[in-house]
């Protein structure tokens, strides 16, 4: 235990030997803080990490920016799908059931049929005239 | 003499804060060689000093707003623990790279560290290790054992010191160093 010990302590000088030998040349580092243009060398790092830095926070910013659009947008959305919903429903009764009387003389949407009428110069009495008729041959038959 | 010339750091730290380049640059020129004197502690290679010392001013200077000197030697220390940090990622990063993997010692080199271990063992006053076989014996430990026995054995830093520098605990820098003093002893055993 005791040699252990010793041997350790002996080691462990070697071992602060090895350390300082490895710190002690200072050659490298003076020449390194001597270095020509090494000032200009730090300033173009720091341009460099400054454009790095702008370019993270243009898309981060946009990402804000996107995040802060994201209520807005969702409310267009909701609106837009109203809008859908109720002109489909407005239009989910075409006019092709109502075959009675109050189509032939409907005035609301002129359409194919007021084409149609203007054509062979009939007017819509005309054309109640005409069924009327139509009716009572069949009858008659 | 220049006014900037006078200044004390502190004062061109607020300078540079508020976009003075000149106080910047005076700030560089003060303090260079001290970064580069750190940077030796790790490094053998002038382009690795030299690359320490432009990592560690551009992190000063996107770091400035947040140094609060409390005394006269604070502005030194900030700058040395920020140094060391630079020193420690390019630790980390050499020994990610496997082109940078450990290259084992020839014949040759073993045979000299053996000779030179031995001699020192038996007259550790005037010992000498070599340089490049010390920090090819460095190499093999990791870079937070190489950074806390460098601090304690050679800058001559206390625990509390390196803990608060490295923002470890007192305890984890204790036990760092006791796995890093062992980790030595077993590659200096191989040599012995």
């Given amino acids: 235990m005791l040699r252990n010990t010793h041997e350790n302590e002996s080691i462990d000088r070697l071992g602060q030997l090895v350390l300082r030998s490895a710190a002690e040349d200072e050659t490298a580092s003076q020449a390194a803080a001597d270095a020509p243009f090494l000032y200009t060398r730090v300033r173009a790092r720091i341009a460099e990490e400054q454009r790095v830095r702008n370019e993270n926070g243009n898309w981060f910013s946009l990402l804000l920016i996107a995040r802060r659009a994201i209520p807005a947008m969702a409310l267009i959305a909701l609106l837009a799908a109203t809008v859908m919903f109720w002109s489909s429903r407005s239009t989910a009764n075409p006019g092709w059931y109502r075959l009675d009387d109050e189509a032939l003389s409907d005035t609301r949407n002129p359409g194919i049929e007021q084409t149609v009428l203007s054509r062979n110069n009939l007017t819509g009495d005309d054309i109640f005239n005409i069924v009327l008729e139509h009716n009572e041959r069949r009858n008659d038959k | ?192």
């Fill in chain 2, 1 to 192: 003499m220049h006014p900037a010339d006078e200044l004390t750091d502190d004062a061109l730290v607020a300078a540079a804060s508020a976009g003075d380049e000149e106080a910047f640059e005076k700030l560089f020129e003060r303090h260079r060689r001290q970064v580069a004197r750190i940077a030796g502690r790790f490094f053998a290679q002038r382009e690795q000093v030299e690359e320490i010392i432009q990592d560690a001013f551009t992190k000063v200077y996107f770091a400035l707003h947040t140094y609060h000197g409390t005394h006269e030697a604070s502005f030194r220390a900030w700058l040395a623990q920020i140094t060391v940090n630079a020193c420690y990622d390019h630790l980390r990063r050499a020994r990610r790279r496997p082109e940078h993997e450990l290259t084992e010692f020839t014949d040759n080199e073993s045979q000299d560290i053996s000779t030179q271990l031995r001699a020192a063992q038996s007259d550790i006053e005037g010992a000498l290790v070599s340089r490049d076989l010390a920090l090819k014996l460095l190499a093999r430990l990791s870079p937070e054992d190489r950074l806390v026995l460098t601090w304690l054995d050679v800058e001559g830093f206390s625990v509390a010191e390196i803990s608060e520098m490295t923002a470890w605990s007192i305890s984890k820098v204790k036990v760092r160093a006791h796995r890093a003093r062992a980790h030595l002893r077993r590659i200096l055993r191989k040599f012995l």
